[in-house]
């Protein structure tokens, strides 16, 4: 099944945690976490997109690049360049440091999406919300604009200033996020099980 929302994965965050860029680490056989994320989503997005500060890959992919002159390396600024680049009404983001979020959540995330008149669809498990997964409409474009012209740059600010619904899981697992050495580690280890 291909959904027709686009899905843009980010991969250009600062990574100052794991010290250094995750987006290039090699995972799941691939030469780059990027290419892993990119390679098993293809199937799935009638349109999959990369966003990123710069061309920093050795595979081809669609790219759509931050706009260097906000400074920043927050999501916004790359939500902000998602909706410029891209005509669509919505689409679906994920962090690139997640690549245990699969199929199901992603149609679970999708329907909830399709059931009503969200400005965000967010996934929420036991451990929290999870931003960078989630589907980011058009409406929210006003918002994000002044929030970076303003230096406020945090998504949690902008989901609950705006019609945010949360869709819920049981389990904690599909968000495990790599941003420390030991998660990359506990990520390399679950992959090989």
Do not use: W
């Not at 996934?123 to 409409?137: D, E, F, R, V």
């Not at 609950?160 to 420390?180: G, I, Q, W």
């Amino acid at each position: 099944m291909k959904f027709s929302l686009p899905c843009v994965i980010f991969a250009g965050g600062k990574s100052s945690r794991m010290g250094e860029d995750k987006a290039l680490l090699p995972f799941g056989g691939y030469e780059t976490l990027t290419e892993y994320q990119y390679r098993r989503l293809l199937p799935h997005f009638q349109k999959l997109y990369i966003s990123t500060k710069c061309d920093k890959f050795s595979f081809e992919a669609p790219l759509i690049f931050d706009d260097e002159t906000l400074g920043t390396y927050a999501p916004t600024a790359g939500l902000l360049a998602v909706f410029h680049h891209l005509d669509d009404e919505a689409f679906f983001a994920l962090s690139v440091d997640t690549p245990f979020v699969d199929e199901a959540v992603i149609e679970k995330m999708v329907s909830s999406f399709n059931a009503g008149e969200m400005e965000a669809v967010i996934a929420k498990s036991p451990n929290g919300i999870h931003p960078m997964c989630g589907i980011y409409t058009r409406k929210l474009l006003p918002k994000l604009m002044q929030m970076v012209q303003e230096g406020q740059h945090r998504l949690g600010y902008l989901l609950k200033s705006s019609a945010t619904h949360f869709v819920p899981f049981d389990r904690d697992d599909p968000f495990l996020n790599l941003n420390h050495p030991e998660e990359y580690q506990l990520a390399i280890k679950k992959i090989q099980a």
